[in-house]
């Protein structure tokens, strides 16, 4: 009898709840919100990815098309930060390694990075080249 009584106190109060709730329309969600969030879920599927211009610099507010895989003899924290288990602080400490010790020759000298070990190296090498 009692589980009777609490299932239709919680019935009631979900009915209530949901009849309260304010209703949002689709009209109200931000335009450009809706640009970049098709932006990069079609860049999933075509090998690149999409940033929205944050990181070295500030923001500029343009979107950035970043293809893989990333040179990183060249690339800027954020190109970098587009592959994946690199942050900013990885990023740079990439970045600082090529300007201390010049350009990397093979991938292999991305061990030399503190911070990327073997593993790293396994989990990002499909993502970065050497050129």
Same mark, same amino acid.
């Given at each position: 009898?009692?589980?009777?009584?609490?299932?239709? !106190?919680?019935?009631?109060?979900?009915?209530?709840? +949901? =009849?309260?709730?304010?209703?949002?329309?689709?009209?109200?969600?931000?335009?450009v919100?809706?640009?970049?969030?098709?932006?990069?879920?079609?860049?999933?599927?075509? @090998?690149?990815l999409?940033?929205?211009?944050?990181?070295? @610099?500030?923001?500029?507010?343009?979107? +950035?098309?970043?293809?893989?895989?990333?040179?990183?003899?060249?690339?800027?924290?954020?190109?970098? &930060?587009?592959?994946?288990?690199?942050?900013?602080? !990885?990023? &740079?400490?990439?970045?600082? =390694?090529?300007?201390?010790?010049?350009?990397f020759?093979?991938?292999?000298? !991305?061990?030399?990075?503190?911070?990327?070990?073997?593993?790293?190296?396994?989990?990002?090498?499909?993502?970065?080249?050497?050129?």
């Open positions: 009898m009692g589980f009777l009584v609490v299932s239709l !106190l919680v019935g009631a109060t979900v009915r209530l709840y +949901r =009849h309260n709730l304010p209703e949002v329309e689709l009209a109200e969600v931000d335009p919100f809706i640009e970049k969030f098709k932006a990069r879920s079609d860049s999933l599927n075509d @090998g690149t999409v940033g929205d211009g944050v990181g070295q @610099g500030g923001a500029s507010g343009a979107s +950035r098309v970043v293809a893989f895989p990333v040179n990183v003899n060249t690339a800027t924290g954020v190109e970098l &930060q587009a592959i994946p288990k690199i942050g900013p602080v !990885l990023a &740079q400490k990439i970045i600082t =390694h090529r300007d201390e010790n010049g350009r020759v093979t991938v292999d000298d !991305l061990l030399d990075v503190k911070g990327i070990g073997k593993r790293t190296l396994e989990r990002i090498g499909p993502y970065v080249a050497i050129k």
